[in-house]
């Protein structure tokens, strides 16, 4: 067993650490890359972080793991995993749902029409992907989503409701998840289709979450979509949707901030004092950062089964989901651990100057909460490991 990159690999990461230095000293970098705040680069848009995607696409990150007849580069995923961890490490976009969800997606089942409109402009970070899953009543469950798809000519005619969408408010085109057969089975009568944001026919409403971060509500009333965006085949669409957010739940979460707020919580602990000693000599602040680091290597190791499994070629489902649950916990656990320790004035937040560490924990505090809720919560990964892992029954 060998837990060590490769000479490639690591020439790989110096290279991506290359650039990333490059890039800070650009005079927009502060708006590209944020260390503070690990998620807030995937969740805005801005004329900075365009630009650094564009850069990224002209050095051929993007796409690296596409096969090579879709202007990928044949690479193994784990180059994708490299360049995420380093890239999420300082706070950087990631390379995100364009090219990990709808471009690998579309490399498996879409048409051939699909694939030469949209894989180029991915692989070239020209647009940016919302992912219209979740509704007002169809979360966890979400084959029983309403948001209906009637046949209109030589298309279709949508109309509904979606929530909670990620990126609505920029996006160029929406993955979308419909029904389109209401007599079938709920899981059988659901379709994806592609459709663009510009379409006069959706509204996009601000929905401030407890993280600070902005998701949407999107509206959809008679927004016609030719069949061509139709992505594989009518009807087929679940099988779609749980493959693109298996990919989802790895290709989203990262461990270099986790072991980046790891370090901080030892920095301070080691620095700073309390009734007269140090806080690193006090038992009960020693016990639990043993733990932390226990765990944080835990999840490390977990993630790398994940991306072991995933460059097999597989979509590694049940991993991800004991990844995805372990992970966003772990970083829940963290940011309480940091604000028993801070004490009372771990509740200011930034903007109050007696903040302790600029309000970060304050804010991990709640923004950690989402983590384990998006791309799917904590308890329905519990269910994909015991069914799908574990083989345990259905239970409703
Ligand atoms: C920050 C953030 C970003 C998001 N981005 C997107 C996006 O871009 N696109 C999109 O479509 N959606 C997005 N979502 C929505 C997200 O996928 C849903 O919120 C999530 O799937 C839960 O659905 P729900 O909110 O309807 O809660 P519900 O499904 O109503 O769940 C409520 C509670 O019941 C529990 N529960 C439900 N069913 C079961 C069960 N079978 N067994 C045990 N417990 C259960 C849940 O775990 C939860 O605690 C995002 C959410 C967040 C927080």
Same mark, same amino acid.
């Given at each position: 067993?060998?837990? %060590? ?22 005079p ?6 944020a ?7 995937m ?5 900075a ?8 696409a002209a050095?051929?990150y ?6 090579a ?44 029409k ?10 070239h970070?020209?647009? %940016? ?15 029983s ?31 979308l ?14 379709s994806?289709f592609?459709v663009?944001?510009?379409?006069p ?11 600070e971060h902005?998701?949407?509500?999107v509206f ?5 979509v ?36 790891? %370090?901080?919580?030892?920095d301070?602990?080691k ?5 007269g ?7 009960a ?33 049940? %991993? ?12 829940q656990?963290?940011?309480?651990t ?12 930034k ?6 560490t600029?309000g ?11 983590d384990?809720?998006?791309?799917g ?20």
């Amino acid at each position: 067993m060998n837990f %060590e990159f490769s000479a490639a690999e690591q020439d790989f990461i110096n290279e991506v650490r290359a650039f990333i230095h490059e890039q800070a000293q650009l005079p927009d970098a502060a708006d590209v890359m944020a260390p503070d705040r690990d998620t807030d680069s995937m969740l805005s848009d801005t004329p900075a972080r365009r630009r650094f995607n564009r850069e990224m696409a002209a050095r051929g990150y993007l796409g690296m793991s596409w096969p090579a007849q879709f202007g990928g580069s044949d690479k193994d995923g784990i180059y994708e995993y490299l360049l995420n961890e380093e890239l999420a490490r300082v706070g950087a976009p990631l390379i995100g749902k364009g090219v990990g969800i709808i471009g690998k997606s579309l490399i498996r089942h879409g048409s051939d029409k699909l694939k030469a409109e949209f894989l180029p402009q991915i692989r070239h970070a020209e647009i %940016e992907f919302a992912l219209g899953y979740s509704e007002p009543s169809a979360g966890s469950d979400l084959a029983s989503l309403k948001t209906k798809a009637e046949k209109s000519g030589d298309g279709w005619l949508i109309n509904g409701q979606k929530t909670w969408n990620t990126s609505a408010h920029f996006a160029d085109w929406y993955w979308l998840a419909v029904r389109t057969d209401p007599t079938a089975a709920k899981h059988k009568g659901i379709s994806v289709f592609l459709v663009p944001m510009s379409h006069p026919g959706i509204t996009v409403r601000a929905i401030e979450t407890l993280g600070e971060h902005r998701t949407n509500q999107v509206f959809l009333d008679n927004v016609w979509v030719h069949d061509d965006y139709l992505v594989g085949e009518l009807n087929k669409g679940w099988v779609y949707i749980c493959e693109a957010l298996d990919l989802e739940r790895f290709s989203i979460y990262t461990i270099s901030p986790v072991e980046a707020k790891l %370090e901080l919580m030892w920095d301070y602990v080691k620095t700073e004092t309390r009734d007269g000693g140090p806080l690193s000599a006090l038992p009960a602040v020693r016990r639990v950062m043993a733990q932390l680091t226990a765990q944080v290597e835990t999840a490390k190791m977990l993630q790398r089964r994940v991306i072991d499994s995933a460059c097999q070629g597989g979509v590694p489902a049940v %991993e991800a989901a004991m990844f995805k649950l372990y992970m966003t916990v772990l970083t829940q656990r963290m940011a309480n651990t940091m604000i028993d320790i801070l004490g009372p004035r771990g509740l200011l937040h930034k903007s109050s100057a007696d903040a302790p560490t600029h309000g970060k924990w304050e804010w991990a505090y709640r923004a950690t909460a989402l983590d384990t809720i998006g791309a799917g919560t904590s308890e329905i990964q519990k269910n994909i490991i015991a069914r799908r892992g574990l083989g345990l029954p259905y239970v409703n």
